[in-house]
């Protein structure tokens, strides 16, 4: 029996601030829980909100910061590790980009840089132990992206050496989250190497068919692909722990279509939008999700070119509540049966 999903939950992640009610875990849940929010997703890089070793190594605190959401009157939905999961695997051409995801400490230094971010991801899975979570979120990371063009000619065997090293860095970390019960939700997303189905499959298949390794579903990244989203759904239901609830638009020219020509994003044929301002088809994403019995959060992520970040957060809670579907306990017809009598059924068909 299908079960209706958690929601709506709010990420944290672009909403937290220097000012308030964005600085600290209790004033930016009570804000969240104040617009209709049920759960939110914790960024773990962010000190003004949490303390990720102390959260590994320390029950107290997670106790503390449960305490603090269920004081606001919301549940942590998961933590995400987004930040730190990138640095498990940068190309060299991103590493001016990246190092500002690290530690001052470790800039212009990528080895150690990486050591820095297995270590925070292994942090990320006792900490969601320690608070009572079963999945958490992040990316994977890229060797190969600055090759996804298949020109100039890719030499054989580079996307597959990609691949693999990609595997050998993920596996070990993927095995400190089955150790600690907890699935990791790969954001699926241009930018990581695991940014469609056919290169999740290609991971999948580095890291040995892990248990663990899982999808955090976000249709914005795929409607920005022109990759069915739906379909997506039906082939890897199982796999998906997580959901960004993120709309876009993709409304292609003469001038430019999916790269979108190197422009401004209120200027590209594809666009982050707020919640019912793109083109993404949520009543059929939350039908096939609760079809397939996704129980887990519903969590906005709100990235929009156009409107304002507070008014996006306010209008999101009530548009993902009004499309989650509350399963039903019967079948529509069930007034319309009556009693199983085997002599009847047999005789029903001329047995």
């Not at 080895?111 to 990320?124: C, I, S, Y």
């Amino acid at each position: 029996m299908p079960t209706t999903m958690k929601g709506p939950g709010l990420f944290l992640a672009q909403f937290a601030g220097d000012a308030a009610p964005f600085n600290s875990l209790a004033s930016i849940t009570k804000w969240a829980a104040g617009l209709g929010y049920k759960g939110v997703q914790i960024p773990t890089w962010d000190a003004r909100l949490f303390d990720l070793k102390k959260a590994a190594s320390s029950k107290a605190y997670c106790d503390e910061v449960k305490g603090i959401c269920a004081d606001a009157g919301v549940e942590i939905t998961e933590l995400s590790t987004h930040l730190q999961g990138q640095l498990v695997a940068v190309h060299p051409a991103y590493d001016a980009q990246f190092d500002g995801f690290a530690p001052a400490s470790v800039h212009n230094n990528p080895k150690a840089r990486q050591k820095w971010a297995v270590e925070q991801m292994k942090f990320g899975a006792k900490a969601s132990r320690n608070l009572g979570l079963n999945a958490s979120v992040t990316f994977s990371g890229a060797l190969a992206f600055p090759y996804l063009y298949p020109w100039p000619q890719r030499p054989a065997g580079l996307i597959e050496e990609a691949f693999s090293e990609l595997g050998k860095r993920w596996k070990p970390i993927l095995d400190v989250y089955e150790d600690n019960g907890v699935d990791v939700g790969y954001e699926i997303h241009p930018g990581e190497d695991v940014f469609d189905g056919a290169t999740f499959e290609m991971f999948l298949d580095a890291v040995g068919g892990h248990k663990r390794c899982n999808i955090n579903y976000d249709p914005s990244h795929f409607l920005l692909q022109q990759l069915d989203y739906l379909e997506f759904i039906d082939i890897y239901h199982e796999r998906i722990k997580a959901f960004h609830v993120k709309d876009a638009e993709f409304n292609p020219t003469g001038r430019q279509g999916v790269y979108s020509g190197y422009q401004s994003w209120t200027n590209r044929a594809g666009r982050f939008r707020s919640l019912g301002d793109g083109q993404v088809d949520f009543g059929g994403i939350f039908s096939k999700l609760t079809q397939y019995n996704y129980d887990s959060w519903a969590v906005l992520e709100w990235e929009c070119c156009l409107k304002h970040p507070e008014d996006g957060a306010a209008e999101g809670a009530p548009f993902i509540q009004h499309h989650i579907i509350r399963v039903t306990e019967k079948a529509f017809d069930d007034f319309a049966g009556g009693a199983t009598d085997k002599k009847v059924l047999r005789g029903m068909m001329g047995i």
